[in-house]
Every structure is written in C-alpha cells, then in structure tokens.
T-cell receptor, first 111, second 115 residues
C-alpha cells in the first residue's frame, strides 16, 4: 500500500496565485521528499525535509512537516505556467527502508 | 554529466517476448532502482541495488530480473512480457546513505506497451 497520499488529486489555478498541495502518511518517517514530474519526463527532486524539521524553503517553494499529524504540505508561491506538472511526496521510514511514493497531485497553472 | 540515461524511450512488444531495459548513470552513485508508474498507482519499486553485485526485490518484482555488474549500469529484464507489464518504467540513482536519505535522480523513462 502507498505510504504517502497527496491531496488534492488535481488543482487548477491562475498564474500568480499560490498553490498548496498536501501529503499524508501512515507510519513514522525519517524524512519526506517532494518531487516534480513534467509531462513525459522523469521525476525531479525539489526538497527534502527531515523528521526533526518543521519548515523548509527553496526559492518559491515552502514545505512544512507536522509529524504529530503525519502530514506535509508543499506551497508554491506566485505560480507560473511553467509550474504545471505533477507533484509527488515520498517518504522514508525510520527503519531505513526504501522511499515510498504517493500518487501525486496534478497542478495546472493557467496563463 | 548526462545523469541517468534510459534506453529505449519507447517500445512495443508482443505477449511472451523478452527484452532488456537499459539504465546507466555517470554520477558514481551506489544506489540504483527501477520503478514502474501506472495511472492512479504512483511509483512502485520493482528491484533495487545498493552496489555492484548486490540486488534485492522491491514491491512488485514478479516477471522482472536485474543484475548489477558495474556501478554505472543496472539493466531490467522482462522475461516473458505480459499485457499487465504495460507501463512507464523509471530508473533512479542516489548516492550512498541510509536508504531514503538522499534525493533520487531519475531518468526520463521507457514507455512500454505489451500487445
């Protein structure tokens, strides 16, 4: 079964708006990662947040992690048409097991 | 650096045929993995390797074989293709660490159709 589940499954916004995607997971984790996948391409790593961190920034990206709620969110500020892609969260359990990916959120940014 | 290179990009097979999907990385990464991506299923791990000569099964290994004779290459073999193996296959690599603690670098995938 999938460890991470993204919400919503699809999100459509206008350019310049903020986009927020959520990820929930079931077991304790060592870290959580977010990836982007453009249509027809492989996944690209965006950001990694460790279990002892609560927030992390990278450019227009902000990731939060709430281990008590077993959830994470990815915020993209001032979105651009080029941000149109699928976004996946992936978790690594504390036991050092492999990364487990969620099903992704399809983000469409309309110009 | 090319990163992770997968060949071919597209392939159509008939049921029962065999083939090898190629994956090569030039980053000297120890860890390499194969995933399949199906609609509504996310990415599922097929096989992985933590170094040359060492491989292990992932979540959905049946019908696939792997070997790791060099650090750079990690081919995936379909033994007898079945329509259920129609999917997009991704190879990924990451540097040595506790498993899952490093970003994974993905190839652009092989789109495989089994008729």
């Amino acid at each position: 079964s999938q460890q991470g589940e993204e919400d919503p499954q699809a999100l459509s916004i206008q350019e310049g708006e903020n986009a927020t995607m959520n990820c929930s997971y079931k077991t304790s984790i060592n870290n959580l990662q977010w990836y982007r996948q453009n249509s027809g391409r492989g996944l690209v790593h965006l950001i990694l947040i460790r279990s002892n961190e609560r927030e992390k920034h990278s450019g227009r990206l902000r990731v939060t992690l709430d281990t008590s709620k077993k959830s994470s969110s990815l915020l993209i500020t001032a979105s651009r048409a080029a941000d149109t892609a699928s976004y996946f969260c992936a978790t690594a359990a504390t036991s050092g097991s492999r990364l487990t990916f969620g099903e992704g959120t399809q983000l469409t940014v309309n110009p | 650096n090319a990163g992770v290179t997968q060949t071919p990009k597209f392939q159509v097979l008939k049921t029962g045929q065999s083939m090898t999907l190629q994956c090569a990385q030039d980053m000297n990464h120890e860890y390499m993995s194969w995933y399949r991506q199906d609609p509504g299923m996310g990415l599922r791990l097929i096989h992985y390797s933590v170094g040359a000569g060492i491989t292990d099964q992932g979540e959905v290994p049946n019908g696939y074989n792997v070997s790791r004779s060099t650090t750079e290459d990690f081919p995936l073999r379909l033994l007898s293709a079945a329509p259920s193996q129609t999917s997009v296959y991704f190879c990924a690599s990451s540097s040595r660490s506790v498993w899952g603690n490093q970003p994974q670098h993905f190839g652009d995938g092989t789109r495989l159709s089994i008729l």
